[in-house]
């Protein structure tokens, strides 16, 4: 037994630092603490903190437990740092797979590697899918997260995340499977210079479609922030034909959505079908035509009209982002975000 803590949205060892000097000054006022098991996991979540994942572990010095590798948060603070690079607009963020993007499996790999020659604990992603009422809904979730965890069980993470107790077991097995084969990572998987840092530009297209999916994830993220939830359960395809689950999503979400549609503005970014170029006003159209068809789907005068703000709050955070600003959506109070609900439309 001991205490232990998450460390996320660090980006540089001194905040790492800061951790180790605070449970030390910690247990020097508080007896009970002097004799007790402390320690930390690193939440890997920002571009910078990639590149000092092994100068982390060394600045938590006797705390450092591990580190965790993050999925949305990663990609939304890439989003960030080029965002005003042509060169790397992304396709759709909907088809950008850690296991099949090689330079994000690296960073996966990095990070194993690290804490394997390190001795801390290799913590792998997330599995998002909350449980529905449809088995045929729930049998895709677990095959989704079967397939994704034996990929990092393979890597040689120990162990994951799931957003929901009721796919705790699919989500575990997969390790415990492959420890008990008396599988062991190879020497080279514990060397990080086998795994450099590079930041490329995944395959895939850019698509009218993959816009829309993330205005709509935009605009039910935000009215759930008006509702008191910052993590939502967020079906993006609803209505559409196919067996989707609903993900947990979080302000990662919100960023990554936020990121995509403001880079494909700040570019000018072609549709790879149709050569339709994004700007403002297309913006603005998809996420009114996503408010009207989520209107449909949902009962009430006070949830319409949040939903209602949701699109003009979904508006001005594009408009920031457009002008690089990263503003956090936490950092706004209510009233801020009232005001910015009645303003004029920011697109």
Not at 11 to 31: I, K, N, Q, T, V
Not at 83 to 89: G, L, N, R, S, T
Not at 93 to 121: Q, S, Y
Request: proline share 6%.
């Amino acid at each position: 037994q001991g205490i232990y803590f998450y460390l996320p949205k660090l980006e540089h060892a001194p905040e790492a630092r800061w951790y180790r000097d605070l449970f030390d000054l910690s247990a020097g006022h508080l007896p009970h603490l002097r004799g007790a098991t402390v320690r930390a996991v690193v939440l890997v979540e920002s571009l910078p903190c990639v590149y000092e994942m092994e100068e982390m572990l060394h600045a938590l010095g006797p705390y450092a437990a591990g580190l965790n590798a993050a999925r949305w948060d990663l990609k939304a603070s890439i989003f960030e740092y080029v965002m005003a690079d042509p060169k790397q607009v992304w396709p759709d963020r909907f088809g950008v797979d850690i296991k099949t993007t090689p330079f994000l499996a690296n960073i996966f790999r990095r990070l194993v590697a690290i804490c394997l020659r390190r001795g801390a604990v290799p913590i792998g992603g997330m599995a998002t899918a909350l449980p529905s009422s449809d088995p045929e809904v729930n049998r895709v979730a677990g095959e989704a997260i079967r397939k994704d965890k034996e990929w990092e069980a393979a890597q040689g993470f120990l162990r994951g995340w799931v957003a929901h107790i009721f796919h705790m077991k699919t989500a575990a097995t997969p390790f415990r499977e492959l420890l008990a084969t008396g599988w062991r990572p190879t020497a080279a998987m514990a060397d990080p210079e086998n795994y450099p840092v590079r930041l490329e530009v995944p395959a895939g297209p850019i698509t009218l479609g993959g816009t829309r999916r993330n205005a709509r994830m935009l605009i039910e993220y935000v009215e759930g922030w008006l509702n008191g939830r910052g993590a939502k359960g967020i079906d993006s395809l609803e209505g559409k034909p196919g067996v989707h689950p609903a993900l947990m999503e979080d302000l990662a979400t919100g960023r990554m959505s936020v990121a995509q549609i403001a880079q494909r503005i700040i570019h000018g970014a072609k549709d790879s079908e149709a050569g339709t170029v994004h700007d403002a006003a297309l913006v603005k159209r998809l996420l009114q035509e996503e408010l009207a068809d989520i209107l449909t789907r949902r009962q009430g005068a006070e949830t319409h009209e949040r939903y209602r703000k949701a699109v003009k709050i979904a508006m001005r955070w594009i408009r920031n982002y457009t002008e690089l600003d990263f503003r956090s959506l936490g950092s706004y109070t209510r009233a801020e975000l009232e005001r910015i609900a009645a303003a004029p439309d920011a697109l």
